[in-house]
């Protein structure tokens, strides 16, 4: 398996243009989390999924920012529009459910490095 | 609120020194303690430690949690150059699938 997927991996863009960053899960994987990292806050969810479904996006900052998963092996972040503060290390992971006695270990994928001048 | 601290936020020491990061936590409905170490890209997973007292071990790494006071240590002996990374804790929650992280210690090792 390739692991989690996503795409692209650099994006440098100008504030207020929109941004859409993708992932594709693991097969199988019926869990997906977008996380955000940054020196000041360190790693933080923003959103998750399972089975396609959004379950808590609590942490989604703002209006500007949205998530879909249109099916078991694609969702995308969006974020319109964008601002300088929202450059950051957008982290996808993955997980499957293998019962309440197991861990059931999330797999990252490499991130998104999104530079907003 | 949940919230997960570790200390120190980072970490300079030479090559074949030991060091111990330290983890405490809080938060309800607590399931599990996990350990992860980040190179340059994401996350890898090192532990899971789910019982006090029980060390669980990995090479040079170890790891050990106290519910009672409500930490953890991850400790490295013989520290190597390829041994820095930054290493985030996280606390898994009963019913919950979440998971919350420190904001990681981050540690270099010099040759």
Redesign the interface.
Known sequence: DAGVIQSPRHEVTEMGQEVTLRCKPISGHDYLFWYRQTMMRGLELLIYFNNNVPIDDSGMPEDRFSAKMPNASFSTLKIQPSEPRDSAVYFCASRGTSGPSRYNEQFFGPGTRLTVL | EDKVVQSPLSLVVHEGDTVTLNCSYEVTNFR?L?WYKQEK?????LF?LTSSGIEKKSGRLSSILDKKELFSILNITATQTGDSAIY?CAV?KNRD????????TRLHILP
Do not use: H, Q
């Open positions: 599990s996990l890209k994401a996350p890898t997973f899971m985030l898994e699938d979440k998971i919350i992280f420190g904001k990681g």
